[in-house]
Every structure is written in C-alpha cells, then in structure tokens.
C-alpha cells in the first residue's frame, strides 16, 4: 500500500475524494435531515480509518521488504 500521497496527482485525487465525500454528507444532511447527514458522514469517516489503519499498519511493519511492481518485457 504505502504512502498514498507520493505524488500531485496522487494528493490531488485525494482532496478530490474529501471533496465529494463532504458534498454528499451535506446533501444527505439537507434532504432527509441532520440526524441521517450524522450518520453518513460517520459511516464516510469510518471507511477512512479502516484505510488509514491499515496504512499504518504496513508503515509499522517492514515496507522495505515490498518488492517492486514487475514492469512488463518492453518488446
């Protein structure tokens, strides 16, 4: 897994996702209520701990033991 954040593209992507993610808590919220729009953004907020856990859990592990990506025979 390693570090999401290695590049622009990669950091952007990312910001892109929490954008998205905070615009849907708040048309949840604003449609069916503050109560349901709570409990989205939880759920939302959840699903990033478990990815963010288990990026430290392979930082606090031994990642320089990954192996590299095998790149495709150029032909």
């Not at 048309?27 to 288990?54: C, D, E, N, Q, R």
């Not at 031994?62 to 790149?71: G, K, L, M």
Request: aromatic letters at 6%.
């Amino acid at each position: 897994m390693g570090n999401p954040l290695t590049s622009e593209g990669a950091a952007f992507r990312w910001f892109l996702v929490v954008l998205v993610a905070a615009v849907s808590v708040g048309i949840v919220a604003k449609t069916f209520g503050s109560t349901p729009g709570i409990l989205y953004g939880m759920a939302l907020l959840t699903i990033v701990a478990l990815i963010v856990a288990k990026g430290m859990v392979h930082l606090l592990g031994n990642p320089e033991n990954d192996e590299p990506a095998e790149e495709e025979p150029k032909v």
